[in-house]
């Protein structure tokens, strides 16, 4: 019987606490249900090896900041006003673009550097400029004073009267009205970029540029001409 007893102890100091799933444990607090001791649940997921101290967000994505425009904040905000006499819908609706398309390439850095870029005769210049340089000229279309509204308010000005005469002039006005006169000849079969590069340079008058009355090899780099086509050229890239 003594001999028993002993055995029985010496058992009982071998035996260690162990879970259900048979794996020794040190916890005093654990039960094998999943709560401890004090009744809290357990909440940690087994199946998770996050560490909760770890920074487990992912890279921040980094942001491209936009690029800065060099452009005068003129050639961002310049605006038009031109008003049309007994225009048919279908005029209206064509100049409408034409207007439109004339306030976008405005703001375009591509129409800065065509305008001051401008070479006649070898050098950085307009033939009928005026007496002035090529950034003065642009700073001149910003400013939009037209000599009859010599206000420098960046605004075009202008109003536009549509007629036919079967002859090679697309339009023209002179220096004692506020309006330019549009061949309708022409207009019709027009490209909106091409309405609006007539538009410019006709509206170039009103600012007090002039160019040859006749078809010299120098007219096409006067300053209505020479402008005109960039608004021509540069607005077909919106259509």
């Not at 916890?27 to 357990?42: A, F, K, L, R, Y």
């Not at 960046?154 to 697309?170: A, E, H, I, L, P």
């Not at 590069?197 to 509206?203: A, V």
């Amino acid at each position: 019987m003594k001999r028993m007893l002993a055995i029985f102890l010496l058992m009982s100091l071998m035996t260690v606490a162990c879970n259900k799933d048979g794996t020794p444990t040190d916890d005093p607090t654990q039960t094998t249900d999943g709560t401890t001791v004090d009744g809290s649940e357990d909440t940690t997921d087994p199946t998770d090896s996050t560490d909760p101290d770890s920074d487990t967000d992912s890279d921040p994505v980094t942001e491209v900041p936009a690029p800065i425009s060099t452009l005068p904040a003129q050639a961002l905000s310049f605006s038009t006003n031109v008003y049309l006499y007994s225009p048919t819908t279908y005029q209206e609706d064509k100049y409408d673009e034409a207007v439109a398309l004339v306030k976008k390439v405005v703001g375009t850095e591509a129409f800065r550097k065509a305008v001051l870029n401008h070479t006649y005769s070898g050098s950085k210049q307009y033939a009928n400029n005026n007496g002035l340089t090529n950034a003065q000229i642009y700073q001149s279309i910003l400013d939009a004073a037209e000599k009859l509204t010599p206000s420098k308010n960046n605004r075009m000005d202008v109003g536009v009267k549509f007629y036919y005469t079967n002859n090679s002039v697309v339009g023209y006005t002179n220096g004692s009205i506020t309006y330019i006169n549009v061949n309708t000849k022409y207009f019709n079969g027009y490209d909106i970029n091409e309405v609006a590069g007539n538009l410019f340079h006709e509206w170039l008058h009103k600012l007090g540029y002039g160019h040859d009355s006749t078809a010299t090899t120098r007219r096409p780099y006067s300053v209505p001409y020479a402008v005109g086509y960039m608004i021509r050229n540069l607005g077909k890239n919106f259509l």
